[in-house]
C-alpha cells in the first residue's frame, strides 16, 4: 500500500502564513513529480504548484511570489509554504505525487485526503 498524509492546514487571517506538509507512505520504490492542488466548491481542481525529483518547480500565476513549493527526498515528503496569504487561496489543498512502488510496475498517480486551508479575518 502507498498513502499520502497531510497536514498543515488551518484557519488563518489575510496576509498571514501557513505551511502545508505531506509524506507518502509504504512500499515505496521511487517518487517522481509532487505537486498540490486546490478545490473550492463548484470549481475545477487546480493547480498550485509542482516539484520534480531534482527540484525543478513550477508555480500558477496566482501564487507565485507568495507559495514556495520544496521537497525532502530522504523523507518521501513535499512543502507548501504560503505566505501573504489571500481568502481567495480559501480552499482544500490537494497533494499529489507519481509514485512507483514495490509492487507495481511504473509509476501511479496518487492523491492526498485533502487539508482545508481558509483565509479569513
Known amino acids: 500500500q502507498v498513502q499520502l498524509v497531510e497536514s498543515g492546514g488551518g484557519l488563518v487571517q489575510p496576509g498571514g502564513s501557513l505551511r502545508l506538509s505531506c509524506a507518502a507512505s509504504?512500499?515505496?520504490?521511487?517518487?517522481?513529480?509532487m505537486g498540490w492542488y486546490r478545490q473550492t466548491p463548484g470549481k475545477q481542481r487546480e493547480l498550485v504548484a509542482t516539484?520534480?525529483?531534482?527540484?525543478?518547480?513550477n508555480s500558477a500565476d496566482s501564487v507565485k511570489g507568495r507559495f514556495t513549493i520544496s521537497r525532502d527526498n530522504a523523507k518521501n515528503t513535499v512543502y507548501l509554504q504560503m505566505n501573504s496569504l489571500r481568502p481567495e487561496d480559501t480552499a482544500v489543498y490537494y497533494c499529489?505525487?507519481?509514485?512507483?512502488?514495490?509492487?507495481?510496475?511504473?509509476?501511479?498517480?496518487?492523491w492526498g485526503q485533502g487539508s482545508q486551508v481558509t483565509v479569513s479575518s
Open positions: 516539484i520534480t525529483s531534482r527540484g525543478r518547480a
Open positions: 509504504g512500499m515505496i520504490r521511487s517518487i517522481n513529480a
Open positions: 499529489n505525487a507519481d509514485i512507483w512502488a514495490h509492487f507495481a510496475s511504473d509509476y501511479v498517480n496518487y
